[in-house]
């Protein structure tokens, strides 16, 4: 039972099924969100659906890439490759030290066979062969002499490549699960947003949001930093239906490969990422933050710095949220929108119609009371709960809305504080990869399309030349030829060789059962069929 379980895993029928079935398992990865990207999201998903989430989370479909199943599906393909190709290597090798097969003794039978009557002057039958099984070995092919007392003959043989070409895909195969699941296990992909001026530091508390590997190790981290010195966008001005849309984005970087190290100014852009030890850092957003201060009802600053905002449409139109929970008496918040060309419209709301900087407005509602910070649990930087806070400032309220241009400071009511809009800078988002198995999955996916190349472009083939003396005394040379597999290109193979052997020879004319039906000229005999 064991031996035939282990010859049904290591088939490639079941290689292939297992590759199916992984592709198949991957699809929920897809449909559901996956812990590892967003516990929060997936607790929201579960709360969302009472029914089905609960039998998802036991099914491990929240952690596909993780699951039991999905691992043993992964696994199995690995063992199951493993075991078809390694045997089949083994076995091809003896064959390639093996000589060619022994010359058939009716070649006439193969598929493609001919016959040439050398004339009276032309070479004895072992002059014949040896030239023969030179130009055969001219041509790649490995040769055998299988001569006998009466007849000399050669047999060759080529096309080892195909079946070298097709272990090195299935190995490079096995090379890519390798890989993947080295790459799976230590990398780790980080999000950070970095003002104008400021820096980042390559540890866990300064990510915005990381997502490691399964045996992802903190020591992994390489101690480099990253600072943004300043941000340029270039917006369309010539064309009116495509006017404001962004053409170029340039981040300007100093980076410092490691403690101690000098500083040095990179360009990062959208599509040219920087590579810092092997970590890629990506251009994935940019926006502006408005730089304000907030006072509380002591005069006190309970907040000062930049506020990142949320880009909301192509003119940069920006959701702001501010929290204060150092304020006292009472918390504060602000949400609102931020414009960078600020202008009144029609129905007296203002609106931003341009992306550039020309007139930075913001327009905000304020609240008070609690924030809902000091229990603990984590909240969404871009969202300001009201369920427990007072309302402020609206435009619906008597007090009104806030509406700040850069420099002005607006008095809170009821004594709570102010706001003063300071200034403006701009952010950029950052994508950071690491990655050390991209490489191996990057060289074995080469080596794949290599070696699927040469499987289905290199052909099989086998050649017999044998020749002896026929009732007058002269020269009669037979020759026959055999594809391994399809026998696409074999009629060719087999007009070279009668061809070539016109060439070194003094040929009488063809008998006439070797010539193709209807036709005088002279031309292999092609016997339809394909195979032994």
């Known amino acids: 039972m064991a031996r035939w379980a282990w010859t049904q895993l290591t088939s490639m029928r079941t290689a292939l099924m297992l590759l199916l079935l992984l592709a198949v398992a991957a699809v929920p990865g897809s449909l559901v969100p996956q812990r590892r990207a967003g ?157 104008e001026g400021e820096g980042f530091a390559n540890n866990l508390v300064a990510y915005d949001s990381f997502t490691p590997g399964t045996y992802f190790n903190a020591d992994q981290l390489k101690p480099f930093s990253l600072k943004l010195e300043s941000f340029d966008a270039v917006f369309e001005r010539q064309s009116e239906t495509h006017y404001g849309q962004p053409i170029d984005y340039t981040a300007r970087m100093e980076v410092r490969e490691g403690p101690g190290a000098e500083p040095a100014e990179e360009i990062l852009k959208v599509n040219s990422p920087l590579d810092v030890h092997g970590v890629r850092v990506y251009l994935v957003g940019n926006g502006y933050a408005p730089v304000v201060t907030i006072r509380d009802g002591e005069g006190d600053i309970a907040f000062q710095g930049p506020v990142v905002t949320r880009v909301q449409d192509q003119m940069y139109t920006s959701l702001a949220v501010i929290k204060a929970p150092d304020a006292t008496p009472d918390q504060l918040g602000f949400v609102g929108l931020f414009l960078p060309a600020a202008v009144e419209g029609e129905d007296g709301v203002a609106v931003s119609v341009d992306p550039e900087l020309l007139k930075p407005q913001l327009i905000l509602n304020s609240y008070y009371g609690d924030l809902g910070l000091d229990a603990g649990v984590p909240q969404n930087v871009y969202v300001l709960d009201t369920e427990n806070l007072t309302e402020l400032n609206s435009r619906t309220n008597s007090n009104g809305g806030i509406t700040l241009d850069e420099g002005q400071t607006y008095e809170l009511p009821d004594g709570k504080g102010s706001i003063s809009f300071d200034g403006v800078r701009r952010y950029v988002g950052l994508d950071l990869h690491y990655d050390p198995g991209k490489w191996g999955v990057g060289v074995f996916a080469a080596t794949a399309l290599i070696g699927l190349a040469v499987s289905l472009f290199v052909r099989r083939r086998r050649v017999w030349v044998r020749a002896d003396t026929d009732e007058a005394g002269r020269t009669r040379v037979e020759y026959a030829l055999l594809a391994r597999g399809e026998a696409t290109g074999l009629r060719a193979e087999n007009v070279a060789l009668r061809s070539a052997m016109e060439k070194m020879w003094p040929v009488t004319a063809p008998e006439s059962d070797n010539g193709p039906e209807g036709e005088g000229d002279p031309a292999p005999r092609h016997t339809p069929g394909s195979g032994v």
């Not at 089949?88 to 097969?101: D, E, G, L, T, Y």
């Not at 004895?124 to 055998?144: D, F, M, S, T």
């Open 39 to 195: 516990p929060e999201i997936v607790d929201q998903w579960i709360e969302d659906n009472p029914f089905w989430g609960p039998i998802l989370d036991f099914l491990q479909f929240f952690d596909v890439y993780t699951s039991v199943w999905f691992s043993a599906i992964y696994l199995l393909l690995f063992v199951s490759l493993v075991g078809c190709v390694v045997p089949r290597a083994i076995k091809h090798v003896k064959v390639m030290k093996s000589p060619p097969p022994r010359t058939p003794r009716r070649l006439s039978r193969l598929p493609e066979s001919g016959t040439v009557v050398l004339e009276e002057e032309g070479p004895a039958p072992e002059q014949a062969v040896a030239q023969a099984k030179a130009w055969l070995k001219k041509r790649g092919y490995r040769v055998a002499d299988h001569s006998d007392e009466r007849r000399p003959s050669v047999s060759a043989e080529r096309g080892y490549l195909r079946e070298i070409g097709n272990i090195v895909f299935h190995f490079s195969l096995i090379g890519v699960l390798v890989f993947m699941a080295y790459g799976g296990m230590t990398k780790y992909t980080g999000q950070k947003i970095l003002v």
